[in-house]
């Protein structure tokens, strides 16, 4: 792997008494697609805040460029996420804002423009994610998927090195989302960014994907590129890759028997 842009050394976090993250350690490289995959409620997105210095580690530390985020001044922490860009999962649109606006609103606050200048700028955006033409529409005007492109444009308004996508193809249909991944790879390499993809979309993630970690019970629990993971022989990760309804992950909630549930749900007692 090339040289990280970030990276995680020895991180736990917990939220009151779950450990999330046990002592896990990654590298995100530059120039490289990396994907943070699992099944749910493994904490996928609040690895990205951590990364993104949302949320504060318990332990460890979080490299960005080789400046550890969280001893960061407030002001110096500021300048730091100027370098990068997240598509949040909900895509997470001014409401009260046209898609041009959207777009712009990173620019106004942060940049020193002129209304010329500007207005190319956000055209250039909408015109790589092919919604040149929707800039007068407002947000409740928009199909998921076109909700989504129009974020992902807003989300590169300011150029960043590093994008954070959070679980981008959820809820889209097969060719949206085939839209979503052509999107982002040839974005990716256009302007030669470093790009993290927090999902559990296997195969779409997977077709663009540089390499993988797999995230379960607060471990890192497989790494490698997507051929890799999809020969791996562990249960986890071939449950999770090939999609399997059972195994490591369990179907049934763990409870006791099915006649010790009976008895109990009809107020008597289990009998052998």
Same mark, same amino acid.
């Given at each position: 792997?090339?040289?990280?842009?970030?990276?995680?050394?020895?991180?736990?976090?917990?939220? /009151? +008494?779950?450990?999330?993250?046990?002592?896990?350690?990654?590298?995100?490289?530059?120039?490289?697609?990396?994907?943070? @995959?699992?099944?749910?409620?493994?904490?996928?997105?609040?690895?990205?805040?951590? @990364?993104?210095?949302?949320?504060?580690?318990?332990?460890?530390?979080?490299?960005?460029?080789? $400046? +550890?985020?969280?001893?960061?001044?407030?002001?110096?922490?500021?300048?730091?996420?100027?370098?990068?860009? @997240?598509?949040?999962?909900?895509?997470?649109?001014?409401?009260?804002?046209?898609?041009?606006?959207? $777009?712009?609103?990173?620019?106004?606050?942060?940049?020193?423009?002129?209304? +010329?200048?500007?207005?190319?700028?956000?055209?250039?955006?909408?015109?790589? $994610?092919?919604?040149?033409?929707?800039?007068?529409?407002?947000?409740?005007?928009?199909?998921?998927?076109?909700?989504?492109? &129009?974020?992902?444009?807003?989300?590169?308004? @300011?150029?960043?090195?590093?994008?954070?996508?959070?679980?981008?193809?959820?809820?889209?249909?097969?060719?949206?989302?085939?839209?979503? &991944?052509?999107?982002?790879?040839?974005?990716? *390499?256009?302007?030669?960014?470093?790009?993290?993809? &927090?999902?559990?979309? $296997?195969?779409?993630?997977?077709?663009?994907?540089?390499?993988?970690?797999?995230?379960?019970? /607060?471990?890192?629990?497989?790494?490698?590129?997507?051929?890799?993971?999809?020969?791996?022989?562990?249960?986890? &990760?071939?449950?999770?890759? *090939?999609?399997?309804?059972? /195994?490591?992950?369990?179907?049934?909630?763990?409870?006791?028997?099915?006649?010790?549930?009976?008895?109990?749900?009809?107020? /008597?007692?289990?009998?052998?």
């Amino acid at each position: 792997m090339s040289s990280a842009l970030v990276s995680l050394k020895n991180v736990s976090f917990s939220r /009151g +008494d779950r450990l999330i993250f046990d002592n896990i350690s990654l590298e995100i490289p530059k120039g490289k697609i990396t994907a943070i @995959m699992g099944p749910s409620g493994t904490g996928k997105t609040t690895l990205l805040r951590l @990364m993104s210095a949302q949320l504060y580690p318990d332990h460890g530390q979080i490299l960005f460029d080789g $400046v +550890d985020l969280h001893q960061q001044s407030q002001s110096s922490l500021f300048e730091l996420r100027k370098r990068m860009g @997240m598509l949040f999962q909900s895509g997470g649109l001014f409401t009260n804002l046209n898609v041009f606006e959207n $777009v712009a609103f990173s620019l106004r606050e942060h940049a020193r423009l002129s209304s +010329d200048l500007l207005n190319d700028l956000v055209l250039m955006k909408l015109n790589a $994610v092919g919604l040149r033409g929707a800039r007068h529409l407002m947000p409740s005007e928009l199909s998921g998927g076109m909700s989504r492109r &129009v974020a992902l444009a807003r989300a590169l308004a @300011m150029d960043p090195e590093l994008m954070f996508y959070d679980e981008p193809f959820t809820g889209q249909d097969p060719i949206t989302m085939g839209v979503l &991944v052509k999107l982002i790879k040839e974005i990716h *390499q256009a302007l030669h960014l470093t790009s993290v993809i &927090v999902s559990h979309d $296997v195969q779409e993630t997977a077709s663009i994907a540089d390499y993988i970690y797999l995230l379960f019970n /607060g471990k890192i629990a497989a790494k490698g590129t997507p051929e890799e993971l999809f020969k791996d022989s562990s249960p986890v &990760v071939q449950q999770f890759m *090939q999609g399997l309804p059972d /195994g490591v992950v369990p179907f049934q909630f763990p409870s006791k028997t099915f006649i010790e549930d009976l008895a109990l749900a009809s107020g /008597g007692e289990s009998h052998d």
